[in-house]
């Protein structure tokens, strides 16, 4: 998936006040650019327009698309543009949705927590003492990759692109995620 944004330009009359009207204009529109997908509205302004009686309204919107349809995209905003209306300046974006990112993320920490537990125990049998985590600070390192708010890298990958069953060249994300763990024995914490 891939989301795209553009910007609509629509030429209403100045005593045109029905929203409802000028949100299915705008969306026919977008369907006619990538058909079947959900737009979303990020910006809607209304101004005044140098032709009497008339104003402008602006709209930027945002849908994810399938990564089949990311081709062509400026010829496509033309074709689907109509007289009063244009779409223009359409642009992609490869990052995965950060509700995707958060959960991936969320996964990762899991696993270095289970991780964690079981090397405790071999740990805990190897020097004959009980070990407890002190302290886990995620988001450690030197790169010099895009973190999210939870602590993991973000960086570009080339995966998809070796994957014969992928979509082909849709983009691709890395996230890593790096623990710096603090283990304490049961005796520290008596001092």
């Avoid at 020097?127 to 600070?137: A, F, L, P, V």
């Avoid at 390192?141 to 973000?154: F, H, I, L, P």
């Avoid at 992928?166 to 996230?175: T, V």
Wanted: glycine share 8%; net charge negative.
């Amino acid at each position: 998936m891939v989301c795209v944004s553009v910007n609509v330009a629509l030429l209403v009359s100045a005593t045109q006040t029905d929203q409802v009207e000028l949100q299915r204009q705008v969306r026919d529109a977008l369907n006619r650019f990538v058909p079947g997908v959900e737009w979303v509205f990020s910006i809607l302004q209304r101004e005044a327009n140098p032709t009497v009686g008339y104003e402008q309204i602006n709209v930027k919107a945002s849908a994810r698309i399938p990564s089949a349809q990311n081709f062509n995209l400026n010829d496509r905003t033309r074709q689907a543009s109509r007289e009063g209306l244009t779409i223009s300046g359409a642009e992609a974006d490869y990052s995965l949705p950060a509700s995707l990112v958060n959960r991936v993320v969320h996964e990762l920490r899991g696993e270095i927590i289970g991780g964690l537990l079981r090397e405790i125990s071999d740990f805990d049998q190897q020097t004959g003492r009980k070990w407890r985590i002190g302290d886990i600070e995620f988001g450690i390192g030197g790169r010099s990759d895009e973190y999210t708010a939870k602590g993991a890298r973000r960086a570009t990958g080339y995966e998809d692109l070796l994957d014969p069953y992928g979509e082909g060249l849709s983009g691709a994300e890395r996230i890593s995620l790096v623990a710096e763990v603090c283990l304490r024995t049961f005796a520290d914490s008596i001092k």
